[in-house]
């Protein structure tokens, strides 16, 4: 059974780069089979695709926020991470890692989640 | 572009639920629903507008095509008190509908 953990820092500064990892256990990142997917949610509003990518490192990201995501692997630790550079209040939300089934499905295991405020 | 209607749903437990999302575009059968309760992760309930997720029960229920379609909960629990958000595949990029909540009456 596949777990996701987001970890990282709960408060970031306006301006500064937001950094998240996710830590995948009960699945390989490499596995052709899957995508690993990031998805925010601010408080009390639904939920917003961020971008993904795949076991062999190719991206796809939501247009309104491909210019500032970067999404990355580490396969020696079977980990994948966000940043999100330039941040704004508005980047305040909680913050999601899941598993994309890529063509056999959509997003089935998610992480709990990490708050992620951004504010001076 | 993904709409759900209603917004809020006020059912009794036992009562039928019938939840609507409409996409601005088709989204073929790349249509999938999500249960969420306050303060956890969203829990993939349908996809590929009918197919149940692992463990999820008979009652829930999703049907449609192309930019029209429906989450029914036959007879509501205690536990199916939560929002509903539909989700699509097919376009990018990937999206959420801004969900109905199903609350007790």
């Known amino acids: 059974q596949v777990q996701l953990q987001e970890s990282g820092p709960g408060l970031v500064k306006p301006s500064q780069t937001l950094s998240l990892t996710c830590t995948v256990s009960?699945?390989?990142?490499?596995?052709?089979?899957?995508?690993w997917a990031w998805i925010r949610q601010p408080a009390g509003k639904g939920l917003e695709w961020i971008g993904r990518?795949?076991?062999?490192?190719?991206?796809n990201y939501n247009a309104s926020l491909e210019s500032r995501v970067t999404i990355s692997l580490d396969t020696s630790k079977n980990q994948f991470s966000l940043k999100l550079s330039s941040v704004t209040a508005a980047d305040t939300a909680m913050y999601y890692c899941?598993?994309?089934?890529?063509?056999?499905?959509?997003?089935?295991?998610w992480g709990q989640g990490t708050l992620v405020t951004v504010s001076s | 572009i993904l709409t759900q209607s209603p917004a809020t749903l006020s059912l009794s437990p036992g009562e039928r639920a019938t939840l609507s999302c409409r996409a601005s575009?088709?989204?073929?059968?790349?249509l999938a629903w999500y249960q969420q309760k306050p303060g956890q992760a969203p829990r993939l309930l349908i996809y590929?507008?009918?197919n149940r997720a692992t463990g999820v029960p008979a009652r829930f229920s999703g049907s449609g095509s192309g930019t029209d379609f429906t989450l029914t909960i036959s007879s509501l629990e205690p536990d199916d008190f939560a929002v509903y958000y539909c989700?699509?595949?097919?376009?990018?990029?990937?999206?959420f509908g801004p969900g109905t909540k199903v609350d007790i009456k």
């Open positions: 899941a598993r994309d089934l890529a063509s056999l499905g959509p997003e089935d295991s």
């Open positions: 009960g699945a390989s990142i490499s596995s052709v089979n899957y995508y």
């Open positions: 990518i795949s076991g062999s490192g190719s991206t």
């Open positions: 575009q088709s989204v073929d059968r790349f």
């Open positions: 590929d507008t009918s």
């Open positions: 989700h699509q595949r097919r376009i990018w990029p990937r999206g």
